[in-house]
Nanobody, 126 residues
Framework: QVQLVESGGGLVQAGGSLRLSCAAS????????MGWFRQAPGKEREFVAA????????NYADSVKGRFTISRDNAKNTVYLQMNSLKPEDTALYYC???????????????????WGQGTQVTVSS
């Protein structure tokens, strides 16, 4: 069982930066791939970024490539999402998620993630 708690969301102007953090419980953190997803009002939840358990593989949605960076610190059971050059269309509730058996993989499909946090709101003003 993995419990996830996100933090770091907030209100920022377009062009600004935020760093989201997700703290995970459990002793086998490195065996899970970690992902970030987001959901805007009236839209479906969408993939943002993922990182494999060994920190060797990453995967990004085209809409955030070159602007967002996912990383993890297995010693701290924490995954991060550094978001730069933020745009109003990045406004959403951002969720952290964990995928069992993801030591080498960084999946982007929602159904591969069995554990979810409560979300942290990111609002980008124009």
């Amino acid at each position: 069982q993995v419990q996830l708690v996100e933090s770091g969301g907030g209100l920022v102007q377009a062009g600004g930066s935020l760093r989201l953090s997700c703290a995970a419980s459990g002793r086998t953190f490195s065996s899970y791939a970690m992902g970030w997803f987001r959901q805007a009002p009236g839209k479906e939840r969408e993939f943002v970024a993922a990182v494999s358990g060994n920190n060797g593989n990453t995967n990004y949605a085209d809409s955030v490539k070159g602007r967002f960076t996912i990383s993890r610190d297995n010693a701290k059971n924490t995954v991060y999402l550094q978001m730069n050059s933020l745009k109003p269309e990045d406004t959403a509730l951002y969720y952290c998620s964990a995928s069992r058996g993801g030591f080498y993989r960084a999946p982007e499909a929602t159904h591969e993630y069995g554990y979810w946090g409560q979300g942290t709101q990111v609002t980008v003003s124009s």
